[in-house]
């Protein structure tokens, strides 16, 4: 949610296209505005626009705008807005300035306290050209410069006084060689370059530039200035600022590279989509012993007791991550006979769970490993005495770095909004969990060995799923979509259902429309009310134990006149009456319980293919952001 980026430099140059190149790599961060702030000849200008900036900035046009010269720019800042206090517009867009325009700041994060403080401030005669949280920011520094304070100390002092979270960069045309950076709750780091440092909210948004970077954590800021024609930063604490901390560099491997570009694929989604099987095969890379039958998941070695007596397993998360944590729930009731709570997080904080924190370990499940109502559920957790666990994909991100230990899920940036490699990861690791509790709760050997010889085949199998259904998925999804079909149910049964609601979720971001997602058994007891022949019903049913059941219900959707997509496997198609129903055949799987793996694929597949019958951006839906970072 929002993305920040600046540079600062002592080789002079016009910064506006690199600032720009990095905002479109943060474009999944947020995308309904965005803006543009430099020093030149001692003053702050800016450029803000209603817009993403692959849409709003050409480098050149924005330059002439900004009136760079030939002379070059050493410092500017950079801002994508998705919006949460004050709607989408120009004056909304960062960055914001003071009263005098000599600040210009760009934040990612949410002001708690902003009301409070606007009122102080105007009451001290500050006027506001904006709604947002953020603008509080540049008026309270300016503030405190006015009564004394140096630009840094005024910042750093502004940055105590902020309830909520910030990542924050900051220049001031009174120091046109120094750009500030703060953190608190939202992501921030630093790429460092011989001539050049540049700061954003992701790594991703200037590896072109450098692949090595330094990360800022909670409470600590940056002091990023040229000085002797050379480049510099100090890092300190926002509360003791004076005691300057010495941070290692972290360098990210090439792979990380093209996870940013799109490659030969038509959209980021695709690619990610046609990723999963390699992200699987490198979730479970080096995890398992075929030789125990076990799982080994080295980052939590040290809880191994902890594992063996837990009584309950908590998972928290949300939206995409709870519905991964959702299968990985039936998997371990299944497969070690364990009791699985499966909280959503913006629930799970503010409510009573009644179980004692020494008979429970708790899962957090994130992709960005930022999303807000996850992290405070993790605070909330270990402050109630939790040991808590986190199945993150981000590296270092907030919650990786809240909780006590974990395991990565090594999908790679997802760049894609709509979560399809980061779910596929979070199942591969669940698969994993399910089969290391197993193991310490009465599975054999050779049971543990069966399951892990089937999970190693299963990219291929991806890779042959994706093959065999992608055409017939896409004709559907067409055909429906130019048939004005707008009501769409999944259904399924057990391990299925959260793939159902899954499959719903994918749907409703990308085509805008309203899905339901349902256990099939609870079609009569209501939805089936809305069934007929302008409804399409989308079943999971590969030929598990209860495929005859399934029939059944089958039966009773095609006789109230519903459409209806069968998703199975080649011995469920062999036993299915293909009449007045179309098909999606999957493989067939010895373990039932892998099937999920499977089958979200064509459901994937088929909210893409629907959404862009429609003309949706399959990237960037309406609405929606990658990291979550607000409640
Ligand atoms: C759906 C989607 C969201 C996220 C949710 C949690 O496609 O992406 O539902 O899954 O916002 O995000 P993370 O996993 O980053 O905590």
Not at 258 to 284: A, C
Request: proline letters at 3%.
């Amino acid at each position: 949610m929002c993305g920040i980026v600046g540079i600062i430099t002592s080789e002079k140059r016009n910064l506006v296209p690199e600032i720009i190149s990095s905002l479109k790599n943060l474009e999944y961060r947020g995308y309904d505005s965005t803006g543009i702030a430099i020093i030149n000849t001692g003053e702050i200008r800016r450029v803000h626009r209603l817009g993403a900036p692959s849409d709003v900035f050409v480098p050149q046009q924005i330059s002439e705008e900004l009136g760079v010269t030939s002379d070059g720019l050493s410092v500017a800042i950079g801002h994508n807005r998705w919006a949460t206090h004050g709607k989408p517009s120009e004056e909304n867009a960062h960055p914001h300035f003071d009263c005098t325009d000599t600040l210009a700041i760009v934040h990612n994060g949410t002001i708690l306290n902003h009301e409070l403080l606007r009122k102080e401030l105007i009451a001290l005669g500050h006027t506001f050209s904006s709604t947002t949280d953020t603008e509080v920011i540049p008026h309270l520094i300016e503030q405190k410069i006015k009564e004394g304070s140096s630009v840094k100390d005024a910042f750093l002092d502004t940055a105590a006084c902020l309830d909520g979270s910030f990542g924050l960069a900051l220049i001031s045309s009174n120091e046109p060689d120094r750009l500030l950076l703060a953190k608190h709750g939202s992501p921030l780091l630093f790429g460092v370059l011989k001539d050049t440092l540049i700061a954003a909210s992701s790594s991703n948004a200037i590896l072109a530039y450098t692949n090595t970077f330094i990360t800022l954590a909670d409470g600590e800021y940056a002091d990023l200035s040229i000085g002797s024609g050379n480049v510099s930063y100090k890092i300190g604490t926002i509360q003791d600022r004076e005691n300057l901390i010495t941070k290692e560099t972290t360098t990210i491997t090439d792979h990380s590279r093209e996870d940013m570009s799109m490659g030969e694929y038509e959209s980021f989604m695709k690619k990610e989509i046609h990723e999963q099987p390699s992200v699987f095969r490198t979730t479970i890379l080096g995890r398992y012993d075929e030789t125990t039958g076990d799982a080994v998941l080295g980052g939590l070695i040290d809880y191994e007791d902890m594992l063996r007596h837990a009584r309950q397993v908590i998972t928290v998360a949300c939206g995409t991550a709870h519905n991964a944590a959702l299968v990985g729930g039936i998997l371990i009731e299944t497969l070690a006979n364990l009791p699985v709570r499966n909280e959503i997080a913006s629930e799970f904080r503010y409510k009573k769970v009644p179980i004692s924190p020494e008979e429970a370990i708790l899962f957090a499940v994130s992709q960005s490993g930022e999303t807000a109502d996850t992290l405070e559920s993790v605070k909330e957790a270990r402050r109630k005495g939790y040991t808590t666990f986190g199945i993150v994909n981000v590296v270092g991100s907030a919650i990786a770095e809240a909780v006590d230990a974990g395991v990565y899920a090594r999908a790679g940036f997802e760049i894609g909004v709509a979560s399809t490699k980061a779910f596929i990861a979070q199942l591969a690791i669940f698969y994993l969990l399910a089969i290391k509790l197993a193991r310490e709760r009465g599975m054999t050997p050779q049971e543990g060995q069966s399951i892990l010889n089937e999970l190693n085949k299963i990219p291929n199998l991806m890779i042959k799923t994706l093959e065999t259904t992608e055409s017939e998925i896409k004709r559907l999804a067409e055909n429906y979509a130019s048939k004005g079909i707008r009501t769409i149910n999944f259904l399924g049964r057990g391990i299925h259902v959260p793939i159902c609601i899954e499959a719903s979720l994918k749907f409703k971001e990308l085509t805008y429309l309203e899905t339901g997602s349902y256990p099939l058994g609870e079609l009569k007891h209501g939805p089936i009310a809305i069934i007929d022949n302008n409804a399409l019903s989308i079943i999971i049913m590969p030929h598990d134990d209860l495929f005859a059941l399934n029939k059944n219900s089958l039966e009773q959707v095609l006789s109230k006149g519903g459409n209806v997509i069968v998703v199975t496997d080649e011995l469920g198609a062999q036993n299915l009456v293909l009449q007045d129903i179309e098909v999606i055949i999957i493989p067939t799987l010895k373990n039932q319980l892998l099937y999920p793996a499977l089958e979200i694929l064509p459901l994937q597949l088929f909210a893409y293919h629907y959404a862009r019958a429609l003309g949706n951006n399959v990237d960037k839906p309406r609405n929606l952001a990658k990291s979550v970072t607000v409640e």
